[in-house]
């Protein structure tokens, strides 16, 4: 038994709960200036490499957790088989596991594109090191 069951279905504590972490690790990420001796990049290099405004960011951030969180709860409406009341009936592992893998291909697809609109010149503009330009 866990602390949601009866206030929220699993489905959407599996699609929310990841929101949440995200956005308390970046909190805590942007807390870190006095630890700034523990951060992957100082204060100065993340200012002079990032060139896109942190509200353009946020923005961007959640527009993408929106969508994948409509979508997620749409699929979950959809494809939810329960054989009884608050009972939902659980695929075989092969099956799961495949599910797994179509999961991974399809959320890498949509990172791959979420990032090619987000910043074009860096996805699509290939760079070789053997060009003979």
């Not at 599910?99 to 697809?109: E, P, R």
Request: with cysteine.
């Amino acid at each position: 038994m866990v602390f949601w069951e009866g206030y929220i279905s699993d489905e959407s504590m599996g699609t929310f709960a990841p929101l949440v972490v995200y956005w308390l690790y970046s909190g805590v990420y942007q807390l870190l200036p006095p630890l700034d001796k523990y951060r992957l990049h100082s204060r100065t290099e993340e200012n002079e490499k990032n060139l896109v405004p942190l509200r353009s960011v946020i923005k961007g951030v959640l527009i993408q957790q929106f969508v994948q969180a409509v979508v997620a709860e749409l699929l979950f409406l959809v494809t939810s088989k329960a054989s009884s009341p608050g009972h939902t009936v659980q695929p075989s592992l092969p099956v799961q596991v495949v599910q797994f893998i179509v999961a991974m291909l399809v959320m890498d697809t949509w990172q791959y594109f979420c990032a090619s609109i987000y910043a074009p010149k860096q996805v699509f503009v290939p760079s070789y090191p053997f060009s003979a330009s």
